[in-house]
């Protein structure tokens, strides 16, 4: 059974650095590039962030490019979602899967509240 356990979000500040984790579990993690998903109050769901099976190429959504850094680790298999300078804007809930969502599956999410 495919499972996403997302971790990490919590209450910040504007400008302060956060990271998220993704524990997975019931397919070969090593196999799939996967990518970050958010979903900000009222609006639909949005790709974020990819990271290829291996790691070595990313790829990401304009918004969040040079702020937001994706990585991976194939041995625990981990995927992460490291965030500097937060802003306003990040405030949403934050979903891993494997790229395209092959499992029609999603996680619950964790929730990141950006405020001042």
């Known amino acids: 059974q495919v499972q996403f356990l997302e971790s990490g979000g919590a209450l910040a500040h504007p400008g302060e650095p956060l990271t998220l984790s993704c524990a997975t579990s019931?397919?070969?993690?090593?196999?799939?590039?996967m990518s970050w998903y958010r979903q900000a109050p009222g609006k639909e769901r949005e790709w974020v962030a990819r990271?290829?099976?291996?790691?070595?190429?990313?790829k990401y959504a304009d918004s969040v490019k040079g702020r937001f850094i994706i990585s991976r680790d194939n041995e625990k298999n981990l995927l992460y979602l490291a965030i500097r300078n937060l802003e306003p804007e990040d405030t949403a809930v934050y979903y891993c899967?494997?790229?395209?969502?092959?499992?029609?599956?999603w996680g619950q999410g964790t929730l990141v509240t950006v405020s001042s």
């Open positions: 899967n494997a790229a395209g969502n092959p499992f029609n599956y």
């Open positions: 019931g397919f070969t993690f090593s196999e799939y590039g």
């Open positions: 990271i290829s099976n291996g790691g070595l190429n990313t």
